[in-house]
């Protein structure tokens, strides 16, 4: 079992930056692959990137391509989410998941363990 926090949200214009860390317990992190997904008032809740156990292959949703970076540390039991030229429409809640899987899954049911969520809101 894992249990995920989320940080790193918070106000930022449009144009701006943040960076969004998931700190992971337990001794197996690399075991998992991880995924972050994003939930915005009124919508269900949708794939930005993921991640495969070693990092060595990412996938991130059209719609942050070239804007937001997905990355993992398994020495700190950490994944990351780099969040640049920010947009209104990137204001949501920020979810962490991990998987125990080999691949990577852009749906939300192919993951084991969830987050809190963090907070990202962008002002025009």
């Known amino acids: 079992q894992v249990q995920l926090v989320e940080s790193g949200g918070g106000l930022v214009q449009a144009g701006g930056s943040l960076r969004l860390s998931c700190a992971a317990s337990?001794?197996?992190?690399?075991?998992?692959?991880m995924g972050w997904f994003r939930q915005a008032p009124g919508k269900e809740r949708e794939f930005v990137a993921g991640i495969t156990r070693s990092g060595g292959i990412t996938s991130h949703a059209d719609s942050v391509k070239g804007r937001i970076t997905i990355s993992r540390d398994n020495a700190k039991n950490m994944v990351y989410l780099q969040m640049n030229s920010l947009k209104s429409e990137d204001t949501a809640v920020y979810y962490c998941?991990?998987?125990?899987?080999?691949?990577?899954?852009?749906?939300?049911?192919?993951?084991?363990?969830w987050g809190q969520g963090t907070q990202v809101t962008v002002s025009s």
């Open positions: 337990g001794r197996t992190f690399s075991s998992y692959s």
């Open positions: 998941a991990a998987a125990q899987r080999w691949t990577l899954s852009k749906n939300k049911n192919g993951y084991d363990y």
